[in-house]
């Protein structure tokens, strides 16, 4: 997997126990775990899976469900 150094901590995670990711950008691929849980096993996607899932969440135009609270 990839080096400590090399996972990104999402801007929306906080220390509070909320929901917390980090990404790290690997050759072909990109690792998606847990930040609070850093040796727990991480979700490795094809690069072109992430950028797609991205686009889709910046476009706004699909409802994940998600209440605020």
Known sequence: MAPESAWIKSSYSNDTGGNCVE?????????IRDSK?????ALVV????????VGL?????????????
């Open 37 to 41: 849980n850093k040796t727990g096993q």
């Open 46 to 53: 094809p690069a072109a899976a992430w950028s797609s899932f």
């Open 57 to 69: 969440v910046c476009s706004g135009d699909v409802d994940f469900g998600i209440v605020n609270k």
């Open 23 to 31: 990404v790290a950008a690997l050759t072909r691929q990109v690792g």
